[in-house]
């Protein structure tokens, strides 16, 4: 019986510890152990930017300027029934007016893969942005969503 309330427990700490963390640009907070599946640093759920606050390391990006987003599936929350999908977004820096510059669908690769996107930058008004991405799982077994976001500034 022991044995069966630790791999339950085992099985549950797997489902809820890690995610999607952003490589390029480098997203908000630090990278500490992201090529291991389940880094903590890569589970975020609290929208937009899962609760990291502004960085200092700001991009800065031309309107109409062609960029390659580079992510990692930390941890796979692939479900055949209702696959996922990872959204590449641009928003205010508080979340609002998000639009979606692309996305890619989960098809079930394996944990610590890598995803590449070339977006480009839309001709929005100069300011302060987040370029923000989601891994939508559509797992009932996981959070609905997990977030990065890098702090951009378009000329």
């Known amino acids: 019986m022991f044995t069966l309330k630790v791999a339950v427990f085992v099985a549950i700490v797997a489902v809820c510890s890690a995610h999607l963390c952003m490589l390029s640009p480098a997203q908000r907070g630090s990278l500490m152990g992201f090529n291991k599946a389940g880094a903590n640093d890569c589970f975020l759920v609290k929208s937009p930017c899962g609760g990291r606050p502004k960085s200092d390391n700001v991009i800065t990006l031309r309107s109409m300027q062609n960029l390659t987003v580079v992510i990692q599936k930390n941890l796979d929350h692939w479900a055949k029934a209702t696959p996922g999908q990872f959204k590449f977004n641009i928003a205010q820096p508080d979340g609002s007016g998000i639009q979606t510059l692309g996305m890619i669908p989960d098809m079930g ?3 610590l893969t890598l995803y590449a996107l070339n977006v480009t930058i839309p001709s929005s008004s100069a300011g302060n942005y987040i370029l923000q991405t ?5 797992n009932a077994q996981a959070p609905p ?3 990065q976001c890098a702090d951009i500034m378009i000329m």
């Open 109 to 111: 690769e394996p944990s």
């Open 134 to 138: 989601e891994y939508v799982t559509k």
């Open 145 to 147: 969503v997990f977030y």
